[in-house]
Structure formats: structure tokens, C-alpha cells
């Protein structure tokens, strides 16, 4: 059974940063597609940013240029590096493991402007 566990969010001001990780359990990490996830209140849930297992990385275009995705798969981790946040990032933030698809419990990021 494949858990992941995110952390990092919290409360930051508009223009601010914060880094979310997320820890998976066992072994199917390293081989999966690995992606950052947001939901709004009122709105769908939206797909943030991805990365292979061997480092290729997408982002929404809402995103580029402010987040960066990461992983260390020694560590079974996945990163979400997030710069000059601006109100309209304010979500939960849920890290997905694509093999199998597996989803975290969420995080909540509010940005204050």
C-alpha cells in the first residue's frame, strides 16, 4: 500500500514563497510520474506541475517561471518550490503518484494579498 504525505503549506503573503514536500512509502516511487495538484473552493481540481522519474518536468502556464517541481528519490520526496505567490495560488495542494494512481491528504496554501 502506497501512502503519501504532504507538508509545507501555510499562510504567506502575496509575493512571498514556501516549499511543500511529499513523502511516499514504498518502492514504486522512483518509477512513477510524480505531480503537484491544486483545488480552489468552487473550482476544479488542476494539475500544477509534473516531473518523470527521470527529471522531465511540465508546468501550467499559470505557474511557469514562479514553481519548481523536484524529486530525490532516494528519499522517496517530491517538491514543489513556490516563488512570488500571489493570491490566486491560495488551494490545496495535493502531490499525486501517477503508478497506481495514488493521492495525498492535501495541504492548504493561502496566499494573503
Known amino acids: 500500500q502506497v501512502q503519501l504525505v504532504e507538508s509545507g503549506g501555510g499562510l504567506v503573503q502575496a509575493g512571498g514563497s514556501l516549499r511543500l514536500s511529499c513523502a511516499a512509502s514504498?518502492?514504486?516511487?522512483?518509477?512513477?510520474?510524480m505531480g503537484w495538484y491544486r483545488q480552489a473552493p468552487g473550482k476544479q481540481r488542476e494539475q500544477v506541475a509534473v516531473i518523470s522519474f527521470g527529471g522531465s518536468t511540465n508546468y501550467a502556464d499559470s505557474v511557469k517561471g514562479r514553481f519548481t517541481i523536484s524529486r530525490d528519490n532516494a528519499k522517496n520526496t517530491v517538491y514543489l518550490q513556490m516563488n512570488s505567490l500571489k493570491p490566486e495560488d491560495t488551494a490545496v495542494y495535493y502531490c499525486?503518484?501517477?503508478?497506481?494512481?495514488?493521492w495525498g491528504q492535501g495541504t492548504q496554501v493561502t496566499v494573503s494579498s
Open positions: 514504498g518502492s514504486m516511487f522512483r518509477f512513477s510520474v
Open positions: 499525486r503518484l501517477f503508478q497506481g494512481d495514488y
